[in-house]
């Protein structure tokens, strides 16, 4: 026998194995049903799980759709978050590497006004825009960074950067004319949200950033805060009023003020009635 008789016997068995199968079950070839071979005792049906909300459930992951779906975003924002806080814990200060709002002790030793400065703190944390006044050494800073730190555990997460104002202001005196921006004063305009350390510090010059920085970040809407030393006043004297009054109108405010840390009563703050006033109110 020559391979092609082969072959052609072989197409003839195949054929006539396909027509008996059609006869024997009435359907088509291609929609045989192979299961209708098992054994009735011998099936098996899928499992039926439930997911915690009452839904069908994937057996295989133990939950619905809907539910698989919102766990991964979370898990997601969790991975983010993470991120965010080894960012953070590198990009801090050395000086307020250990700003935590839950380090209480801590806080009262460093903050002026203790428990009540605390409160506020905590009252403001999902606000953009937040404005830290206080004299030298009243722990502006030290809150500021203790409630972004906060921040970043209720609210979505937000890469910030602490933007010292001195700092901008020497970059922008050193940088060669006809260069464009520098890197340094760019990131204050464009970044989703820093913190402007201590506006009033930097050289005041015809070139001072500082106003440019308010004036943009206040148009595009992106998320500021701010501490300072300086008096509404004063804020109008070296910024001008327009600046002044988007810092005033726009924040949160925050005094930070009175007698020393080591001299502020260490009483809870439930037993104040802490808000922190618009500083169009002050």
């Known amino acids: 026998m020559t391979d092609h008789d082969h072959d052609l016997d072989l197409a003839k068995l195949t054929e006539e194995r396909r027509a008996s199968l059609q006869v024997s079950t009435g359907n088509e070839p291609d929609s045989f049903d192979f299961g209708s071979f098992v054994p009735e005792h011998l ?8 997911c915690a909300c009452g839904e069908s459930a994937r057996p295989w992951e133990q939950t619905c759709r809907d539910c698989g779906e919102r766990a991964e975003r979370a898990r997601r924002a969790d991975e983010e978050r993470l991120a965010l806080r080894s960012f953070l814990d590198r990009s801090v200060p050395r000086h307020y590497a250990d700003a935590q709002l839950g380090d209480e002790a801590m806080m009262a030793a460093r903050v002026r006004g203790g428990a009540v400065s605390i409160a506020a703190m905590r009252e403001h944390l999902r606000e953009p825009w937040v404005t ?12 500021a960074v203790a409630g972004l730190r906060a921040r970043v555990e209720v609210t979505r997460a937000e890469w910030w950067r602490i933007l010292p104002a001195f700092r901008l202001g020497n970059a922008r005196i050193q940088h060669p004319a006809g260069k464009g921006e520098h890197p340094l004063v760019e990131l204050a305009l464009r970044a989703p949200f820093v913190l402007l350390d201590d506006i009033g510090q930097e050289v005041h010059t015809a070139n001072n950033p500082i106003a440019e920085i308010i004036q943009e970040r206040d148009a595009e809407d992106r998320p500021t805060w701010i501490t300072t030393g300086l008096s509404r006043a004063d804020l109008g004297n070296r910024y001008g009023g327009g600046v002044a009054r988007r810092i005033l109108e726009r924040s949160k405010l925050v005094k930070l003020g009175g007698v020393r840390p080591s001299e502020a009563p260490q009483i809870s703050a439930p037993a ?3 808000t922190a006033r618009r500083a169009g109110d002050a």
């Open 43 to 50: 099936r098996v049906e899928p499992p039926t799980t439930l």
């Open 132 to 143: 830290f006044v206080g004299p030298s050494g009243s722990g502006k800073t030290t809150l």
């Open 272 to 274: 104040y009635d802490v």
